[in-house]
């Protein structure tokens, strides 16, 4: 006598429900990451031309300053302003 191998039960339609419900999950989830993954892509676009702008605004106020407190520009103002440098051993207090 031989012994008969009984078939596999064929999946329920719960479980195939269940197994796409969880597919449509898992895209939903990976199309809401890829999503978010973009935008702040976009943010970070947009915060390095920010810092471009920015290093651009330091560069030339450092000019400014530069010029602003040149040696030429201060003897020019000095003598526009008949000052003098102070005499040998005369206290300077800057306030």
Do not use: C, H, W
Not at 57 to 70: F, K, V, Y
Request: aromatic share 4%; no cysteine; glycine share 4%.
């Amino acid at each position: 006598m031989k012994r008969r191998i009984q078939p596999a039960e064929t999946p329920s339609r719960l479980m195939a429900a269940a197994l796409v419900a969880v597919a449509i999950a898992l895209g939903f989830a990976t199309l809401l990451i890829r999503l978010e993954v973009v935008q702040e892509g976009y943010r970070l676009s947009t915060l390095r031309d920010e810092v471009a702008e920015l290093q651009e605004r330091n560069r030339s106020l450092r000019l400014e300053a530069a010029q602003l407190g040149s040696r030429e520009r201060l003897r020019a103002l000095a003598a526009r302003y008949r000052m003098t440098a102070p005499a040998r051993g005369q206290v300077v207090v800057v306030p």
